[in-house]
């Protein structure tokens, strides 16, 4: 079966323009995550969401940053104003309802901001 | 402040040695700790999952402990092959609900043949 999906793999954008990041999850799948992670770093966790709401979005860095999931499948990052300091691989992961299970997380999209 | 630690060097073995990796935390109170793969250019996989009141759990060539009074795990591969070779991230999840997971900053594992 198909896992998750993440479009583009990589954006090259300008300072100060506005980007969205595709994610598809495992289809069922109703928890959704979406982490970054810079060079040599782990991943750092951005929004959670089970359904179509948004559970815990604690770790956005701030409001240029938002996400949504309109009908509990495909979720969009969107990021306004970019900066520089947003270049970073952005990661998807999707897992099962229940708690504690294994996050599957797709290949990334490599944003770079000039 | 909350921290988790893994070695930022990487770990160099020969071929069908036992590789051990450490992940220390501290300030947190993990109810579950997973441990991923990450391959290069290649989103993190998931290989174990061990909860605070487990102390090792196996699958296969892997064994994981967790010590909650050290806040230590330890991830043991052994009979170690050239394909292990990749980067390992310990991740902790809190028993407070929260489904986020806290990522140390992983470490390389090189298995020479």
């Known amino acids: 079966g198909a896992g998750v999906s993440q479009t583009p793999s990589n954006k090259v954008t300008e300072k100060g323009k506005y980007v969205e990041l595709r994610c598809d999850p495992i289809s069922g799948h109703t928890a959704l995550y979406w982490y970054r992670q810079s060079l040599g770093q782990g991943p750092e966790f951005l929004i959670y969401?089970?359904?179509?709401?948004?559970?815990?979005d604690s770790g956005l860095p701030n409001d240029r940053f938002f996400a949504v999931r309109p009908e509990g499948s495909v979720s969009t990052l969107k990021i306004q104003r970019t900066e520089r300091g947003d270049s970073a691989v952005y990661l998807c992961?999707?897992?099962?309802?229940?708690?504690?299970?294994?996050?599957?997380f797709g290949p990334g999209t490599r944003l770079t901001v000039l | 402040s909350q921290k988790i630690e893994q070695n930022s060097e990487a770990l160099n073995i020969q071929e069908g040695k036992t590789a051990t990796l450490t992940c220390n935390y501290t300030?947190?109170?993990?109810?579950?700790l997973q441990w991923y793969r990450q391959d290069p250019g290649r989103g993190p996989v998931f290989l174990l999952l061990i909860r605070e009141n487990e102390k090792e759990k196996r699958k296969e060539r892997l064994k994981v402990t967790f010590d909650t009074t050290l806040k230590q795990s330890l991830f043991h591969i052994t009979a170690s092959q050239p394909a292990d070779s990749a980067t390992y991230l310990c991740a902790l999840e809190e028993g407070t609900g929260r489904r986020a997971l806290t990522f140390g900053s992983g470490t390389r594992l090189q298995v020479q043949p």
């Open positions: 969401f089970q359904g179509t709401g948004a559970a815990d």
């Open positions: 300030n947190y109170s993990p109810a579950y």
């Open positions: 992961a999707s897992s099962t309802s229940g708690a504690h299970n294994e996050q599957f």
